[in-house]
Protein backbone atom coordinates (compact mmCIF):
# COMPACT_ATOMS: atom_id res chain seq x y z
CA UNK A 1 0.00 0.00 0.00
CA UNK A 2 2.75 1.97 0.80
CA UNK A 3 4.56 1.53 -2.48
CA UNK A 4 1.10 2.42 -4.72
CA UNK A 5 0.78 5.60 -2.28
CA UNK A 6 4.66 7.06 -3.13
CA UNK A 7 4.09 5.94 -6.59
CA UNK A 8 0.51 7.99 -6.72
CA UNK A 9 2.28 11.09 -4.91
CA UNK A 10 5.35 10.82 -7.47
CA UNK A 11 3.98 10.59 -10.96
CA UNK A 12 2.65 14.35 -11.42
CA UNK A 13 5.74 16.22 -10.08
CA UNK A 14 7.84 13.87 -12.37
CA UNK A 15 5.16 14.04 -15.48
CA UNK A 16 5.33 17.56 -15.51
CA UNK A 17 7.24 21.01 -15.16
CA UNK A 18 11.09 20.84 -15.88
CA UNK A 19 11.12 16.85 -15.76
CA UNK A 20 14.58 16.71 -14.58
CA UNK A 21 14.91 13.35 -14.14
CA UNK A 22 16.28 12.98 -17.54
CA UNK A 23 18.89 14.40 -16.69
CA UNK A 24 19.81 13.97 -12.89
CA UNK A 25 18.78 11.46 -10.02
CA UNK A 26 16.06 13.15 -8.50
CA UNK A 27 14.53 12.52 -5.16
CA UNK A 28 10.81 12.17 -6.64
CA UNK A 29 12.13 10.20 -10.01
CA UNK A 30 14.25 7.69 -7.02
CA UNK A 31 11.58 6.94 -4.84
CA UNK A 32 9.08 6.45 -8.05
CA UNK A 33 11.68 3.99 -9.38
CA UNK A 34 11.92 2.19 -5.80
CA UNK A 35 8.18 1.87 -4.94
CA UNK A 36 7.76 0.92 -8.78
CA UNK A 37 10.32 -1.77 -8.53
CA UNK A 38 8.71 -3.13 -5.02
CA UNK A 39 5.52 -3.62 -6.58
CA UNK A 40 6.91 -5.73 -9.72
CA UNK A 41 8.71 -7.65 -7.04
CA UNK A 42 5.23 -8.58 -5.29
CA UNK A 43 3.72 -9.03 -8.97
CA UNK A 44 6.80 -11.46 -9.57
CA UNK A 45 6.03 -13.52 -6.45
CA UNK A 46 2.59 -13.32 -7.15
CA UNK A 47 2.75 -15.02 -10.48
CA UNK A 48 5.69 -17.16 -9.45
CA UNK A 49 3.35 -18.58 -6.51
CA UNK A 50 0.17 -19.17 -8.83
CA UNK A 51 2.86 -21.23 -10.92
CA UNK A 52 4.43 -23.16 -8.04
CA UNK A 53 0.55 -24.38 -7.25
CA UNK A 54 -0.14 -25.17 -10.95
CA UNK A 55 -2.59 -21.95 -11.42
CA UNK A 56 -5.51 -24.11 -11.20
CA UNK A 57 -7.27 -21.66 -9.65
CA UNK A 58 -9.86 -19.43 -10.45
CA UNK A 59 -7.78 -16.35 -9.70
CA UNK A 60 -7.41 -13.70 -12.89
CA UNK A 61 -3.42 -13.96 -12.42
CA UNK A 62 -3.85 -18.27 -12.93
CA UNK A 63 -6.18 -17.60 -15.91
CA UNK A 64 -3.79 -15.04 -17.76
CA UNK A 65 -0.91 -17.43 -16.74
CA UNK A 66 -2.46 -20.47 -18.58
CA UNK A 67 -3.19 -18.33 -21.52
CA UNK A 68 -0.72 -19.14 -24.31
CA UNK A 69 -0.91 -16.17 -25.87
CA UNK A 70 0.59 -14.18 -22.94
CA UNK A 71 4.37 -14.18 -22.37
CA UNK A 72 5.34 -14.42 -18.46
CA UNK A 73 6.53 -10.96 -18.67
CA UNK A 74 3.15 -10.04 -19.42
CA UNK A 75 1.69 -11.48 -16.65
CA UNK A 76 4.16 -9.69 -14.35
CA UNK A 77 3.58 -6.18 -15.77
CA UNK A 78 -0.18 -7.06 -15.78
CA UNK A 79 -0.35 -8.29 -12.21
CA UNK A 80 1.43 -5.03 -10.93
CA UNK A 81 -0.65 -2.44 -13.13
CA UNK A 82 -3.76 -4.35 -11.18
CA UNK A 83 -1.94 -3.57 -7.66
CA UNK A 84 -1.71 0.04 -8.47
CA UNK A 85 -4.89 0.28 -10.03
CA UNK A 86 -6.62 -1.30 -7.12
CA UNK A 87 -5.29 -0.78 -4.29
CA UNK A 88 -5.70 3.26 -3.24
CA UNK A 89 -8.29 4.05 -5.94
CA UNK A 90 -11.63 1.59 -4.34
CA UNK A 91 -9.73 2.62 -0.40
CA UNK A 92 -9.99 6.40 -1.16
CA UNK A 93 -13.54 5.72 -3.28
CA UNK A 94 -14.71 3.74 -0.33
CA UNK A 95 -13.46 6.45 2.03
CA UNK A 96 -15.34 9.46 0.93
CA UNK A 97 -18.21 7.19 0.42
CA UNK A 98 -18.45 6.51 4.26
CA UNK A 99 -17.70 9.90 4.99
CA UNK A 100 -20.79 10.67 3.20
CA UNK A 101 -23.39 8.29 4.93
CA UNK A 102 -21.98 9.07 8.22
CA UNK A 103 -22.12 12.57 8.02
CA UNK A 104 -25.52 11.97 6.44
CA UNK A 105 -28.57 10.03 8.74
CA UNK A 106 -31.44 9.36 6.98
CA UNK A 107 -29.30 8.09 3.59
CA UNK A 108 -28.00 5.64 6.18
CA UNK A 109 -30.92 4.60 7.63
CA UNK A 110 -32.55 4.16 3.76
CA UNK A 111 -29.35 1.75 3.28
CA UNK A 112 -30.04 -0.26 6.29
CA UNK A 113 -33.58 -0.53 4.95
CA UNK A 114 -32.21 -2.30 1.75
CA UNK A 115 -29.47 -3.74 3.06
CA UNK A 116 -31.98 -5.78 5.11
CA UNK A 117 -34.33 -6.22 2.25
CA UNK A 118 -31.10 -8.24 0.32
CA UNK A 119 -29.65 -9.52 3.74
CA UNK A 120 -32.71 -11.09 5.73
CA UNK A 121 -29.84 -12.61 7.78
CA UNK A 122 -26.44 -11.10 8.22
CA UNK A 123 -24.88 -14.60 7.88
CA UNK A 124 -27.02 -14.54 4.95
CA UNK A 125 -25.10 -14.96 1.44
CA UNK A 126 -25.22 -11.69 -1.00
CA UNK A 127 -26.44 -12.74 -4.44
CA UNK A 128 -25.44 -12.02 -7.38
CA UNK A 129 -28.89 -11.09 -8.54
CA UNK A 130 -29.45 -9.12 -5.61
CA UNK A 131 -26.24 -7.18 -6.61
CA UNK A 132 -27.95 -6.79 -9.90
CA UNK A 133 -31.06 -5.75 -9.71
CA UNK A 134 -32.36 -5.23 -5.72
CA UNK A 135 -30.02 -2.55 -5.06
CA UNK A 136 -31.20 0.55 -6.45
CA UNK A 137 -30.76 2.59 -3.33
CA UNK A 138 -27.13 1.68 -3.09
CA UNK A 139 -26.37 2.18 -6.76
CA UNK A 140 -27.51 5.68 -6.34
CA UNK A 141 -25.17 6.29 -3.04
CA UNK A 142 -22.55 5.37 -4.59
CA UNK A 143 -22.77 7.43 -7.71
CA UNK A 144 -23.29 10.73 -5.76
CA UNK A 145 -20.25 9.81 -3.76
CA UNK A 146 -18.59 9.80 -6.93
CA UNK A 147 -20.34 12.77 -8.16
CA UNK A 148 -19.00 14.71 -5.30
CA UNK A 149 -15.81 13.14 -5.30
CA UNK A 150 -14.43 11.51 -8.19
CA UNK A 151 -11.42 9.83 -7.59
CA UNK A 152 -9.84 10.78 -10.87
CA UNK A 153 -8.99 14.33 -11.75
CA UNK A 154 -10.46 13.51 -14.86
CA UNK A 155 -10.11 12.38 -18.40
CA UNK A 156 -6.89 12.97 -20.99
CA UNK A 157 -7.37 13.61 -24.69
CA UNK A 158 -4.85 14.98 -26.98
CA UNK A 159 -6.49 17.72 -29.50
CA UNK A 160 -6.63 16.59 -33.00
CA UNK A 161 -7.14 20.19 -34.18
CA UNK A 162 -6.66 23.87 -33.06
CA UNK A 163 -9.80 24.69 -30.24
CA UNK A 164 -10.37 27.82 -27.78
CA UNK A 165 -11.77 27.09 -23.95
CA UNK A 166 -12.95 30.22 -22.40
CA UNK A 167 -11.09 32.43 -24.68
CA UNK A 168 -7.83 30.36 -24.25
CA UNK A 169 -6.42 29.43 -27.59
CA UNK A 170 -5.03 25.72 -27.29
CA UNK A 171 -3.23 24.41 -30.29
CA UNK A 172 -3.55 20.95 -31.87
CA UNK A 173 -1.45 17.77 -30.19
CA UNK A 174 -1.97 19.84 -26.68
CA UNK A 175 -3.70 17.13 -23.90
CA UNK A 176 -6.33 18.18 -22.22
CA UNK A 177 -7.93 16.95 -18.93
CA UNK A 178 -11.67 17.29 -17.91
CA UNK A 179 -12.15 18.79 -14.01
CA UNK A 180 -14.33 16.02 -13.05
CA UNK A 181 -14.91 17.27 -9.57
CA UNK A 182 -15.21 20.53 -11.09
CA UNK A 183 -17.90 20.20 -13.47
CA UNK A 184 -20.32 17.52 -11.39
CA UNK A 185 -20.42 20.31 -8.80
CA UNK A 186 -22.00 23.46 -11.01
CA UNK A 187 -25.27 24.62 -10.63
CA UNK A 188 -26.08 24.54 -14.10
CA UNK A 189 -25.90 20.67 -13.76
CA UNK A 190 -27.19 19.95 -10.43
CA UNK A 191 -29.59 21.53 -8.12
CA UNK A 192 -28.15 22.07 -4.84
CA UNK A 193 -25.11 20.23 -6.56
CA UNK A 194 -22.76 20.56 -3.19
CA UNK A 195 -25.63 18.63 -0.90
CA UNK A 196 -25.13 14.73 -1.02
CA UNK A 197 -28.52 14.05 -2.23
CA UNK A 198 -28.95 9.64 -3.79
CA UNK A 199 -32.56 10.51 -4.69
CA UNK A 200 -31.46 12.44 -7.38
CA UNK A 201 -30.50 9.41 -9.26
CA UNK A 202 -33.81 8.03 -8.65
CA UNK A 203 -36.37 10.61 -9.32
CA UNK A 204 -34.55 13.11 -11.83
CA UNK A 205 -32.24 10.75 -13.57
CA UNK A 206 -34.14 11.68 -17.00
CA UNK A 207 -33.17 15.31 -16.65
CA UNK A 208 -29.61 14.92 -15.76
CA UNK A 209 -26.70 14.56 -18.62
CA UNK A 210 -25.71 11.18 -18.54
CA UNK A 211 -22.24 11.76 -19.77
CA UNK A 212 -21.54 14.43 -16.99
CA UNK A 213 -20.83 11.76 -13.86
CA UNK A 214 -17.62 9.60 -15.31
CA UNK A 215 -15.37 8.55 -13.00
CA UNK A 216 -14.59 5.56 -14.55
CA UNK A 217 -13.79 7.38 -18.22
CA UNK A 218 -15.76 6.05 -20.99
CA UNK A 219 -15.34 3.92 -23.90
CA UNK A 220 -12.40 2.05 -25.57
CA UNK A 221 -10.45 3.85 -22.73
CA UNK A 222 -12.44 3.59 -19.77
CA UNK A 223 -11.83 1.81 -16.75
CA UNK A 224 -11.58 -2.19 -17.44
CA UNK A 225 -12.35 -2.60 -13.72
CA UNK A 226 -15.38 -0.64 -12.85
CA UNK A 227 -17.52 -3.46 -12.64
CA UNK A 228 -15.52 -4.74 -9.91
CA UNK A 229 -14.77 -1.51 -7.83
CA UNK A 230 -18.56 -1.12 -8.24
CA UNK A 231 -19.37 -4.26 -7.11
CA UNK A 232 -16.86 -4.36 -3.83
CA UNK A 233 -18.13 -1.03 -2.80
CA UNK A 234 -21.59 -2.37 -3.12
CA UNK A 235 -20.80 -5.32 -0.59
CA UNK A 236 -19.11 -2.93 1.42
CA UNK A 237 -21.88 -0.99 1.89
CA UNK A 238 -24.31 -4.02 2.48
CA UNK A 239 -22.44 -5.61 4.89
CA UNK A 240 -21.37 -2.84 7.08
CA UNK A 241 -24.60 -0.79 7.06
CA UNK A 242 -26.57 -4.12 7.26
CA UNK A 243 -25.03 -4.52 10.90
CA UNK A 244 -23.53 -1.19 11.93
CA UNK A 245 -24.51 2.43 12.37
CA UNK A 246 -21.94 4.62 11.19
CA UNK A 247 -21.33 7.81 13.61
CA UNK A 248 -18.83 10.76 12.00
CA UNK A 249 -16.55 11.64 15.16
CA UNK A 250 -14.64 14.37 13.04
CA UNK A 251 -14.78 17.83 12.69
CA UNK A 252 -17.84 19.58 11.64
CA UNK A 253 -15.75 21.27 8.18
CA UNK A 254 -16.65 19.83 4.97
CA UNK A 255 -13.49 17.28 3.83
CA UNK A 256 -11.21 17.86 0.79
CA UNK A 257 -9.48 16.45 -1.36
CA UNK A 258 -5.89 16.18 -1.60
CA UNK A 259 -5.02 15.91 -6.30
CA UNK A 260 -2.00 13.03 -6.24
CA UNK A 261 -2.01 11.09 -9.57
CA UNK A 262 -6.14 10.70 -8.06
CA UNK A 263 -8.20 12.39 -5.42
CA UNK A 264 -7.82 11.47 -1.84
CA UNK A 265 -9.29 12.76 1.32
CA UNK A 266 -7.77 15.70 2.69
CA UNK A 267 -7.85 14.45 7.09
CA UNK A 268 -8.48 11.16 8.25
CA UNK A 269 -12.04 9.87 7.90
CA UNK A 270 -13.20 9.61 11.86
CA UNK A 271 -15.96 7.45 12.00
CA UNK A 272 -17.61 5.13 15.02
CA UNK A 273 -18.88 1.94 13.95
CA UNK A 274 -21.76 1.17 16.78
CA UNK A 275 -23.19 -2.70 16.47
CA UNK A 276 -26.94 -2.43 16.08
CA UNK A 277 -29.19 -4.25 18.43
CA UNK A 278 -32.05 -5.78 16.08
Known sequence: MDAAETTNSCILPTDQGLQ?????????FRKLSQAQSYME?????????????GSV?????????????LDRSDVVGTAADLLLAGIDTTSYASAFLLYHIARNPEVQ???????????????DELSMDALRTDITYTRAVLKESLRLNPIAVGVGRILNQDAIFSGYFVP????????NMVACRLEQHFQQPLRFQPDRWLQHRSALNPYLVLPFGHGMRACIARRLAEQNMHILLLRLLREYELVWSGTDDEMDVKTLLINKPDAPVLIDLRLRRE
Open 41 to 53: AVALELVEENVRN
Open 20 to 28: LWRFLDTPS
Open 172 to 179: KGTTVVTQ
Open 57 to 69: GSSLISAYIRNPE
Open 109 to 123: QKLHEEAKRVLPCTK
